[in-house]
Nanobody
Framework: QVQLVESGGGLVQPGGSLRLSCAASGSIFGINAMGWYRQTPGKERELVATITSGASTNVADPVKGRFTISKDNGQNTVYLQMNSLKPEDTAVYYC??????????????WGQGTLVTVSS
């Protein structure tokens, strides 16, 4: 079993900053990639940013230059630093991880989601 625990969401004013964290725990042999997605009511979940085990990153155009993804290998944790937040960034943010278990299987795991609200 692998679990992702997210933290850091909340209410922030436009132009403000938040930092999301996601820690993976459980039967983890290795992590292939981790990332963040977001979803608003009535819309499909969309990619925000991903980071591979080799630290290659992919950041979606709407947040490029404002959001930064990073990771702490020792803690199996991924972070999303969100700056210059806009009301349209309001969404539930989900952590995602592709993890190898000890049987060699590649698993895709999702966190429970954390709400980010950008409003004055």
């Amino acid at each position: 079993q692998v679990q992702l625990v997210e933290s850091g969401g909340g209410l922030v004013q436009p132009g403000g900053s938040l930092r999301l964290s996601c820690a993976a725990s459980g039967s983890i042999f290795g992590i292939n990639a981790m990332g963040w997605y977001r979803q608003t009511p009535g819309k499909e979940r969309e990619l925000v940013a991903t980071i591979t085990s080799g630290a290659s990153t992919n950041v979606a155009d709407p947040v490029k230059g404002r959001f930064t993804i990073s990771k702490d290998n020792g803690q199996n944790t991924v972070y999303l630093q969100m700056n210059s937040l806009k009301p349209e960034d309001t969404a539930v943010y989900y952590c995602n991880a592709r993890i190898y278990n000890y049987s060699g299987r590649l698993l895709e795991v999702w966190g429970q989601g954390t709400l980010v609200t950008v409003s004055s």
